[in-house]
């Protein structure tokens, strides 16, 4: 019930609405989890109104540790941040409190080991094409590429969208001072 109702609630969120950094992370956990296939781990799964499914493939991964709004939403809702990448320097390593701050730079790999894949010490670059690697012969994923032009057309729609919102409201806002007027 709480899933369908944070639904209804969301489902009209302009994207402008969503990617307001300033804006309070909202969400609802759905019950279920993912299986992380590398390491076995049950993953939570929940829905947050910030997501957009503008932007990416479609599929939402969160990484508290390596971005600001789920960083954000990981703190409010009381979920696991583990730092997965540090910096290259070593002094910028040490500095860094993940719990306080997301690293989203390319670094060292840090905290992912298990029994079938480590890449603990590789840079990011690496460490993505190892993983990549695994995961296609285990036949648990594979590499998506998004193209130049795919990203072009995403980021066109959002500035169409954001368009469009701007000129609702000036319009909206039009109406009320006619009305005004008119009274």
């Known amino acids: 019930a709480a899933v369908r109702e944070y639904v209804a609630r969301s489902r009209d969120k302009s994207d402008m609405d969503r990617t307001d950094l300033a804006k309070d992370k909202t969400g609802v ?45 990981a703190r409010k809702f009381g979920l696991p941040i583990v730092q997965v990448v540090k910096p290259l320097d070593a002094q910028a390593a040490s500095a860094l409190d993940i719990q306080k701050t ?24 690496a460490a993505k094409k190892k993983v990549v690697a695994w995961l296609e012969g285990a036949e648990a994923g594979h590499a998506h590429l998004r193209t130049l032009m795919e990203r072009l057309a995403a980021v066109s729609d959002l500035a169409r969208r954001h368009d469009r919102a701007g000129a609702e409201l000036a319009r909206a806002r039009a109406g009320q001072a006619d009305a005004g007027a008119l009274r």
């Open 29 to 73: 956990f759905t019950g279920g989890y993912a299986l992380n296939p590398i390491n076995g781990k049950e993953v939570p799964i929940w829905i947050a109104d910030y997501v957009l499914m503008t932007y990416g493939t479609g599929a939402i991964m969160a990484v508290p540790g390596g971005d600001e709004r789920d960083h954000e939403f």
């Open 102 to 125: 997301p690293y989203a730079e390319n670094g060292i790999a840090v905290n992912s080991s298990s029994e079938v894949l480590s890449i603990d010490g590789l840079e990011t670059e």
